[in-house]
């Protein structure tokens, strides 16, 4: 499925676009801040040193595991969401949770879409239907049959007129965001610096957010071997400040 087809051109109405604000937040409450994604590893690797290093490692994420996998699930678990296809959900669901890489990666999704799934219960009830019924009936029990954080992401925008587009510019600046105040704290980095690395992650955003949108189901893929190895040391280095 081309989700081109599914992205709203008309401007977005006011509450659409308030809708994308709150999900982007770094304020939302579902951890994201306690998360650097292998970045913190990479630093101890010495990979990362400065402004610079940060802000490439942090391109390159985006375009070679964003762009491959999260944003293209987003995209097809929101048109899936708005019609009823709730198979497909499931099936997207567990295309994630299976190609995490490490046990870190895999908890970070699960973690972050019980807390988001935990607020959509409080704020917006009307959503929880469907898979994600059944993933708030199971509480804090670790099973195969749990919701990741993109597919609930998708399932937060479903009941609004937000298209496919718009809410992978929002998840990718939301995620740019608390990646580079993971840069700050660990490399360190000052502010200024981290405004400078936003601004360059902003510039490829839409990039990455295209090649999301033309991505079939058979050109997704999660492949990313650095990251694993760096992220399944991060599971044992000694001194650390975030969960992955």
């Given at each position: 499925m081309d989700m081109r087809t599914n992205t709203l051109t008309e401007p977005l109405s006011p509450s659409s676009l308030?809708?994308?604000?709150?999900l982007a937040s770094p304020a939302l409450p579902v951890g994201g801040f306690s998360y650097s994604e292998g970045l913190e590893a990479?630093?101890?690797a010495g990979l990362v040193s400065n402004e610079t290093t940060a802000a490439e490692w942090l391109v390159q994420q985006l375009h070679l595991t964003l762009a491959r996998a999260d944003l293209p699930v987003i995209a097809q678990a929101l048109v899936a969401w708005r019609n009823g296809d709730h198979a497909r959900v499931c099936a997207l669901n567990a295309w994630?949770?299976?190609?995490?890489?490490?046990a870190e990666l895999r908890l970070q999704t699960e973690q972050m879409g019980r807390s988001l799934l935990e607020l959509l219960k409080t704020v917006r009830p009307e959503l929880v239907e469907g898979p994600?019924?059944?993933?708030?009936?199971?509480?804090?029990?670790?099973?195969?049959?749990?919701?990741?954080?993109p597919v609930l992401f998708a399932l937060a925008a479903s009941g609004s007129g937000v298209g496919a587009r718009d809410l992978l510019l929002s998840y990718a600046f939301g995620w740019a965001e608390n990646m580079m105040q993971?840069?700050?704290?660990?490399?360190?980095?000052?502010?200024?610096?981290?405004?400078?690395?936003?601004?360059?992650?902003?510039?490829?955003?839409?990039?990455?957010?295209e090649h999301a949108l033309a991505l079939h189901d058979e050109d997704r893929q999660a492949f990313s071997p650095m990251l694993a190895i760096l992220s399944s040391r991060?599971?044992?280095?000694?001194?650390?400040l975030f969960r992955s």
């Amino acid at each position: 499925m081309d989700m081109r087809t599914n992205t709203l051109t008309e401007p977005l109405s006011p509450s659409s676009l308030l809708q994308l604000i709150w999900l982007a937040s770094p304020a939302l409450p579902v951890g994201g801040f306690s998360y650097s994604e292998g970045l913190e590893a990479a630093i101890d690797a010495g990979l990362v040193s400065n402004e610079t290093t940060a802000a490439e490692w942090l391109v390159q994420q985006l375009h070679l595991t964003l762009a491959r996998a999260d944003l293209p699930v987003i995209a097809q678990a929101l048109v899936a969401w708005r019609n009823g296809d709730h198979a497909r959900v499931c099936a997207l669901n567990a295309w994630l949770l299976q190609t995490r890489e490490t046990a870190e990666l895999r908890l970070q999704t699960e973690q972050m879409g019980r807390s988001l799934l935990e607020l959509l219960k409080t704020v917006r009830p009307e959503l929880v239907e469907g898979p994600a019924r059944a993933w708030a009936s199971t509480g804090s029990a670790r099973t195969d049959d749990v919701p990741s954080y993109p597919v609930l992401f998708a399932l937060a925008a479903s009941g609004s007129g937000v298209g496919a587009r718009d809410l992978l510019l929002s998840y990718a600046f939301g995620w740019a965001e608390n990646m580079m105040q993971a840069a700050l704290k660990a490399v360190p980095l000052g502010q200024t610096s981290g405004q400078r690395i936003l601004a360059r992650l902003s510039t490829e955003i839409p990039l990455a957010v295209e090649h999301a949108l033309a991505l079939h189901d058979e050109d997704r893929q999660a492949f990313s071997p650095m990251l694993a190895i760096l992220s399944s040391r991060h599971e044992t280095q000694y001194s650390r400040l975030f969960r992955s």
